[in-house]
């Protein structure tokens, strides 16, 4: 399995089997097809055949030189088999091709698994009271990318 670019066909597939890659939490909201059209050479999925889709990562390189990484879903059944780590390395790759010169991405304070993985990907962790908002505290993760070898 290798990460490729996502299709229409791939956000598709992904829309129709949230509940695969996020569990009960409903994300149908935070899935646009923008990540497609107009973001897709850093849209990123990894297609197992049989089962179809395993992973995806959907990002930008903003105007501030950040590769902001906004959702990435691993398939319950394809956790902890190293996945999202080789969609966030290529997505670190694509967005410094890019010019971008950090990567960020933030999660909610009670999302333990993403802390968990985001902190593996040796980035830094800093929770932002109201960041989205009042009452609404995010954890913003961030790497530098501008040190050799990051
Ligand atoms: C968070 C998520 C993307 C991780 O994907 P993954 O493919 O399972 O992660 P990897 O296998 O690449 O893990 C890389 C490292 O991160 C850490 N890690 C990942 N998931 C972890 C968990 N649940 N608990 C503790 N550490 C974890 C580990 O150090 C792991 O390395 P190891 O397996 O060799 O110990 C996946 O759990 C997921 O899709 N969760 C639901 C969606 C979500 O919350 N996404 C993030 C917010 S946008």
């Given amino acids: 399995m290798h990460p490729a670019r996502a299709t ?3 956000y598709n597939m992904i829309i129709d089997t949230l509940a695969d890659y996020w569990g009960e939490r ?8 923008m990540f497609i059209h107009e973001f897709g050479d850093t849209a990123l999925v990894m297609r197992d055949g049989s089962a179809g889709m395993a992973a995806y990562l959907f990002g930008f390189v903003a105007p501030t030189r950040v590769g902001y990484v906004h959702l990435v879903g691993v398939r319950a059944d394809s ?21 971008a010169t950090a990567l960020k991405a933030i999660t909610t304070p009670t999302n333990h698994d993403s802390i968990a993985f985001h902190r593996a990907l040796e980035m830094s962790a ?9 009452g609404q505290p995010r954890i913003v993760f961030w790497r530098d990318l501008s040190a050799a070898g990051s």
């Fill in 79 to 99: 956790r902890r088999a190293g996945l999202g780590r080789r969609l966030y390395l290529e997505f670190a790759t694509l967005a410094r091709d890019r010019g």
């Fill in 8 to 10: 229409i066909a791939d």
């Fill in 126 to 134: 800093t929770q932002h009271i109201d960041y989205s908002g009042p």
């Fill in 26 to 33: 409903d994300m149908r909201a935070r899935h646009h097809p």
